[in-house]
């Protein structure tokens, strides 16, 4: 069966977790954020979702104290992953901002790993690094989720096919 981890990335509003549900249509999908375990611990002390600059800042500054102190972002993730390896599904996208923290993920995947940056016209600068660095980064492959809502979903899963292709293409399947 293939299984396949897709780094996901790109800055907060451009549409990651739609493009993902779209996949979901077509795939079998594991969804998954670095971010997860941080918003728990901040949601029991006073963050209550919103999304704006103060709120990414105040989440950003708290995950790098976690990584800092004990890694959890990183546990969290791998985790999950070995949760998605005994799965059957066929795509796990992992949403990881930090481009080291990229590279720390992607060193201990064992099956076919890509980056994929999704980038949209028209979103703002949020006022953290982990937010706005997000294309100081080398990806694999780059998606400029521009079209309309309507349109976005066909034409998302029909770069994705050409990626999960190149994988059957080449054996690079996992069993």
């Known amino acids: 069966m293939l299984q396949i981890v897709i780094i996901i990335n790109g800055r907060g509003g451009v549409g990651k977790d739609t493009l993902c549900s779209f996949a979901g249509k077509k795939y079998r999908v594991t969804n998954i954020s670095a971010i997860t375990p941080i918003k728990e611990i901040a949601h029991q002390y006073g963050w209550n979702g919103e999304k704006d600059s103060k709120s ?3 989440l950003a500054d708290l995950k790098k104290t976690f990584i800092e ?3 959890l972002p990183f546990q969290y993730l ?3 992953y070995r949760r998605f390896l005994h799965s059957s599904n ?8 930090e481009g080291e ?3 720390k993920f992607k060193n201990y995947v064992k099956i076919p790993c890509i980056t994929l940056l999704i980038r949209r016209n028209l979103v703002k600068d949020w006022g953290n690094p982990s937010d706005d660095d997000v294309e100081n ?3 694999d492959h780059v998606y400029d989720n ?3 809502l309507t349109a976005a979903e066909r034409y998302f899963c029909m770069f994705l ?4 292709f190149t994988f059957i293409g080449t054996g690079e399947e996992n069993e």
């Open 56 to 58: 990414r800042k105040f």
């Open 69 to 71: 102190y004990n890694d």
């Open 78 to 80: 791998m985790t999950e």
């Open 90 to 97: 066929q795509i796990l996208f992992v949403h990881i901002r």
């Open 101 to 103: 923290e990229i590279d």
């Open 137 to 139: 980064y080398n990806y």
């Open 146 to 148: 521009n079209e309309p």
């Open 161 to 164: 096919q050409k990626i999960v």
